[in-house]
């Protein structure tokens, strides 16, 4: 089973500021079959990227995805106040169908 | 547009049963695997089940396995969780969410319904 760990726990950033967000698999995804979610309070997860590093229909450029392997990032460029919110990785690459990781949450400094 | 509509959520007692239901439209549903990912109060996203697109295939977290029944009608564009045997450990807002990859098992998803909530407690 693959486990994915993200880090930070907590990010604390200032509008403006660009943001780094870490997932590491436990084992190699080997198709990169990664993606990103954004969560706000009371609100379904909304999809950011897929495939590690292709941006969702709708999403700014300023959010990008990079990685292979085990190691994944988003990027954040430059902050918006809209963009504080928790962040979760997700792998689709191997059993079981889908994996979570344990969230990252962008706030305020 | 594509939509997803949970219903069925509601306060049941340790023991007891529930079942969810999502209503799809909006797309094909025959075409698509879809999903159910819970998050209990305060706590990330968790993958719970899964089904193919033409529900031969059916998919399980091991915290659920044996107590969960994951079933779609495709006549009907219904996704259904049958939950028996409830912990307060499943109490969470119940999603269900569509796979965005054509007759694939494992598929990132984009696109969620707003949840129902399930409440385990006596």
């Known amino acids: 089973e693959v486990v994915l760990t993200q880090s930070p726990g907590t990010l604390s950033l200032s509008p403006g500021e660009r943001a780094t967000l870490s997932c590491r698999a436990s084992?190699?995804?080997?198709?990169?079959?990664l993606a990103w979610y954004q969560q706000k309070p009371g609100q379904a997860p909304r999809l950011l990227i897929y495939?590690?590093?292709s941006r969702a229909t709708g999403i700014p450029d300023r959010f990008s995805g990079s990685g292979s392997g085990t190691d994944f990032t988003l990027s954040i460029s430059r902050l918006e106040p809209e963009d504080f919110a928790v962040y979760y990785c997700?792998?689709?690459?191997?059993?079981?169908?889908?994996?979570f990781g344990g969230g990252t949450k962008v706030e305020i400094k | 547009e594509v939509q997803l509509l949970e219903s069925g959520g509601g306060l049941v007692q340790p023991g007891g049963s529930l079942r969810l239901s999502c209503a799809a439209s909006?797309?094909?549903?025959?075409?698509?695997?879809i999903y159910w990912v819970r998050q209990a109060p305060g706590k990330g996203l968790e993958w719970v089940s899964g089904?193919?697109?033409?529900?031969?295939?059916?998919f399980y977290a091991d915290c659920v396995k044996g107590r969960f029944t994951i079933s779609r009608d495709n006549s009907k564009n219904m996704l259904y969780l049958q939950m028996n045997s409830l912990t307060t450990e499943d109490t969470a807002v119940y999603y269900c969410?569509?796979?965005?990859?054509?007759?694939?098992?494992?598929?990132?998803?984009?696109?969620w319904g707003q949840g129902t909530l399930v409440t385990v407690s006596s």
């Open positions: 084992q190699t995804l080997s198709s990169s079959f």
């Open positions: 969410a569509k796979g965005a990859m054509p007759g694939a098992v494992r598929s990132y998803t984009h696109y």
């Open positions: 495939g590690a590093s």
């Open positions: 909006g797309f094909t549903f025959t075409t698509y695997g």
């Open positions: 089904i193919s697109a033409s529900g031969a295939g059916t």
């Open positions: 997700q792998q689709y690459d191997s059993s079981p169908p889908l994996t």
